[in-house]
């Protein structure tokens, strides 16, 4: 027999609907005007953990389950992206930081996708960490470490140092200043030969703004007040009274590898990998991480970017997946 559970604090309302398996059907009920990217999914999580994902994630419940039981989402990300870069078995036995947990789906995904490892996640903050810890405890996960970082400019003490560290779908959401000062900090406790992987961070100049306003055209090369103003009058997905510091926190200004590699030192200490010498370049990389949908535009787009990489020698891509090494 289904049930419907109301939000305490935001106006939707969760179904569940039981299954002959012992899945469940959730369904999210949004209220008119409210904007949900994934509104169903069918979860083999318990019906008292998908309360709590959803008393903390309201409307995105079903795209957090998913992050960890779809296997087109994080996995295809780690499997895409990551292991473009290393085959599984430069894991084995590491230690390895995923910073910016969040709610643990990372944490699991390369738990059960890499060999045996030592993972450590680190979350800011502490409703998401409840909740990767929950989900740690539903697989039974009882060595994986999770912490939560005291601020949002600090680590927590005694984290040591690490052969891999993750910085998956984290450096957008950083404010200018966070971005200076954190990405260095986790730098430290990089091993001298380890790599940093930081993917999913959209192209800072893309000409379609694809993360936070999902599909508005050149507000990346409006002012910063323009695109404030466009995305709170054109962008469902923005609140007429969002703040700038709020979309920046969601991602709207993405970022570039010259920054990138710039915070971390320059080309003298963080040098770019390539990818493994099937896969190509980073534009065919990209491209591969594709799913099917609209396969004619995508291949049109990838054309267009390779003919750029070969008039200007650099390889731009819409959203950046960078495995960096720490030089000497």
């Known amino acids: 027999m289904s049930a419907t559970f109301e939000h305490a604090g935001r106006k939707c309302s969760l179904r569940l609907e039981p299954l002959a398996d012992g899945r469940h059907r959730i369904t999210v009920e949004p209220y008119p005007g409210q904007a949900v990217q994934h509104r169903k999914w069918v979860t083999s999580y318990p019906v008292d953990l998908v309360l709590q994902f959803f008393a903390t994630k309201d409307l995105s419940v079903c795209d957090e389950i998913m992050r960890e039981e779809d296997p087109r989402y994080v996995e295809h990300k780690v499997r895409s992206e990551v292991l473009a870069y290393l085959p599984p078995e430069a894991f084995a036995g590491k230690r390895i930081l995923d910073f910016g947990c969040g709610s643990g789906a990372s944490p699991m995904v390369l738990a059960r996708v890499l060999p045996p490892c030592e993972i450590v996640g680190v979350e800011l903050v502490g409703q998401l960490l409840e909740l990767a810890r929950s989900r740690a405890q539903h697989f039974g996960r009882t060595s994986l470490q999770l912490l939560q970082s005291p601020s949002g400019d600090s680590l927590p003490a005694g984290l040591g140092d690490f052969d ?125 991480s594709l799913s099917a949908r609209h396969a004619w535009l995508k291949r049109s787009l990838w054309m267009s970017l390779k003919l750029s990489k070969w008039a200007s020698g650099k390889e731009i891509t819409p959203t950046l997946s960078l495995a960096i090494r720490k030089l000497g």
């Open 164 to 288: 891999f560290i993750m910085f998956n779908a984290v450096f957008e959401h950083l404010l200018p200043q966070e971005r200076h000062a954190l990405l260095p900090l986790v730098w430290r406790h990089l091993r001298p030969g380890g790599v940093l992987f930081l993917n999913q961070t959209p192209y800072r100049w893309s000409p379609v703004e694809t993360h936070t306003t999902q599909g508005m055209p050149f507000i990346n090369y409006l002012p910063d007040s323009v695109t404030l103003w466009a995305a709170r009058r054109f962008c469902k997905r923005i609140a007429p009274d969002e703040s700038w510091e709020s979309l920046l926190r969601r991602g709207i200004r993405g970022g570039t590898v010259p920054e990138i590699v710039g915070i971390l030192g320059g080309p003298g200490r963080a040098g770019l990998l390539r990818p493994m010498p099937e896969i190509g370049d980073r534009v065919d990389l990209w491209f591969k």
